[in-house]
């Protein structure tokens, strides 16, 4: 007869370790023993420090409040995504830029009519395809991008105001949707500190060894102080590394280089941009790749990513130090070899693989920690028993990879639409094939097939697409048939309603570094 899972041994520390060891424990209670072992010596990777607003999901559920972990961790607010030269600038332009907001969830649709003519899909139509029937008809009044016109957000980025009222305050609050940039080693320490104060077991050392029973689980991992560490679920938090779910069970690991050319980074800690605490990360196009820039409380996080079949590390670092000139931190860069693409199956056995050593796209984007998150609201609806029902693993697995997938092609298409052509680089990435599932998806968004959110399993729906597809210069054939049957009135009202809460907010909200620094004095008097 089966029994419950009681014991859980999580290899691996860093930020998907101690995520996985507070969110089991915060399900699972005293009922699942769990302990994290992870070595005093592999340094972390440290990425990972911008977000998408899934995190404050994660992080209600965890009973972490903002007041309390963002003055511990050096953390910021992150309202949107600036991209800067992934085409060429337009005639009389000196740059192209546009913003990725991030929107409200569920979306409030269009309301052409007085009653849904569907339960679920039938409460309007996406605000993007009104936006769109207008472009093409010539309208001028609209912003250039759907971005700009669909979200306050980019006037307020651009203003460097916090997404929300001073702490304390009675202000308005416009509830906009937003993540955070942290410290990630700071992070890792919090998530440590939450999840051993809630009895998860913590383990300093190297594993030695990792022994199979049998059948091919694992039976145990032994650390290089003898300890052996049993369990009836392993959770692979090694990294990029893969100890467990690749070095042990020898999974295959399926690489999208051929799609996705970016598999190197150099990381460096540098000073705030001359224009303040922005409130959004920066992700600028460079002749090898691009430069991110995520701003925390008391500095920045900078990285180049490009190719290591078109460059070296020493030249990524040079014309990454030359972008922040004196701003870069006199420190040793942290050069990163990153390995993208995914695991066949992430749950093989009694194992499953969490964040890096399950799979990774890219930083583009910010969705490691998202995919992270993912996986462990997969892992507790799929949670096993002692039988280990492979119909649960391989659900998980499968529903993992088109996540995954997803995703990939969300990334790929910031890449496969660029016109640069002025390095090798680019006209590597425009030479590049990409993946059948984008190509058919490109084909339906220049067609505008509707596909309602919610329906498909997607991170970033409509309007981040149409965000993405309008800052690219896409070239958009038609707007829904069905929308240019619609009557308009009810459109135009939503963006005029934007255009006021643009108006309001920039002259209500605070700066983003004051809401920071009271927040922190906040923190000091608790």
Same mark, same amino acid.
């Given at each position: ?25 915060? /399900? ?124 306050? *957000?980019?006037? *307020? ?21 937003? /993540? ?129 079949? *078109? ?46 050593? =399950? ?6 984007? =910010? ?9 462990? /609201? ?69 067609? =505008? ?20 597809? =309008? ?35 920039? /002259? ?13 004095? *906040?923190?000091?008097?608790?």
């Amino acid at each position: 007869m089966a029994r419950p899972v009681e014991k859980v041994v999580i290899v691996g520390g860093g930020t998907a370790g101690w995520l996985s060891a507070a969110y089991l424990n915060r /399900a699972f209670g005293e009922k699942v023993d769990i302990t994290l072992v992870e070595s005093d010596r592999i340094g972390r990777i440290g990425v990972g420090e911008a977000t998408v607003p899934t995190l404050r999901t994660t992080f209600a559920f965890l009973g972490m409040k903002e007041e309390e972990w963002m003055p511990r961790c050096n953390a910021a607010f992150k309202s949107a995504v600036r991209l800067n030269d992934w085409r060429k600038p337009h005639p009389g332009k000196e740059s192209h830029t546009y913003f990725h907001p991030f929107f409200t969830v569920p979306e409030p649709p269009v309301p052409n009519y007085e009653k849904p003519f569907h339960k679920r899909f039938g409460r309007g139509v996406s605000l993007a395809h009104f936006w769109l029937k207008q472009k093409l008809s010539g309208d001028t009044r609209l912003r250039e991008t759907f971005g700009d016109a669909g979200m306050p *957000l980019q006037g *307020l980025c651009e203003l460097n105001k916090a997404p929300r009222p001073m702490p304390g305050s009675d202000g308005p609050n416009p509830g906009f949707r937003y /993540a955070y940039h942290f410290d990630a080693a700071l992070m890792a320490g919090y998530l440590k500190e939450l999840a051993t104060g809630r009895g998860v077991h913590h383990v300093i050392a190297d594993v030695e060894s990792v022994a199979l029973d049998p059948r091919g689980h694992i039976e145990k991992v032994v650390t290089e102080t003898g300890a052996e560490l049993t369990a009836d679920l392993f959770l692979d938090c090694s990294g990029f590394r893969g100890l467990l779910i690749n070095q042990t069970l020898n999974e295959p690991f399926i690489s999208e280089k051929d799609v996705l050319l970016c598999d190197s980074a150099i990381a460096l800690s540098s000073d705030h941009h001359p224009d303040g605490l922005r409130p959004y990360t920066s992700a600028t196009a460079r002749n090898e790749g691009w430069i991110w820039e995520i701003p925390l409380f008391n500095r920045e996080g900078s990285g180049y990513v490009y190719s290591g079949q *078109l460059t070296t590390p020493d030249k990524a670092e040079k014309e990454l130090r030359d972008f922040l000139g004196t701003r870069a931190h006199d420190v040793e860069g942290n050069h990163i070899k990153m390995r993208v693409g995914h695991n066949r199956r992430s749950w093989v056995n009694n194992c499953v693989a969490v964040g890096l050593s =399950s799979c990774f796209v890219e930083p583009l984007e =910010s969705t490691t920690i998202a995919l992270i998150e993912y996986q462990l /609201a997969l892992l507790v609806l799929h949670f096993p028993d002692s039988d280990l029902d492979e119909r649960r693993a391989k659900r998980y697995n499968e529903t993992m990879v088109s996540a995954f997938e997803d995703v990939r092609d969300f990334i790929v298409m910031h890449y496969c639409l660029t016109d640069r052509d002025d390095t090798e680089f680019w006209r590597a990435v425009r030479e590049a094939p990409i993946p059948d599932s984008l190509a058919e998806k490109l084909t339906e968004y220049a067609e =505008s097939v509707i596909i309602p959110d919610g329906s498909q399993l997607r991170l970033f729906e409509t309007r981040s697409l149409w965000a993405i597809l =309008s800052g690219m210069d896409f070239d958009f054939k038609k707007a829904p048939p069905s929308v240019e049957l619609m009557n308009d009135a009810a459109a135009w009202e939503m963006f005029e309603q934007i255009d006021k809460e643009r108006e309001i907010y920039s /002259a209500s909200l605070p700066n983003h570094m004051d809401y920071l620094k009271a927040l922190h004095a *906040l923190g000091a008097k608790g």
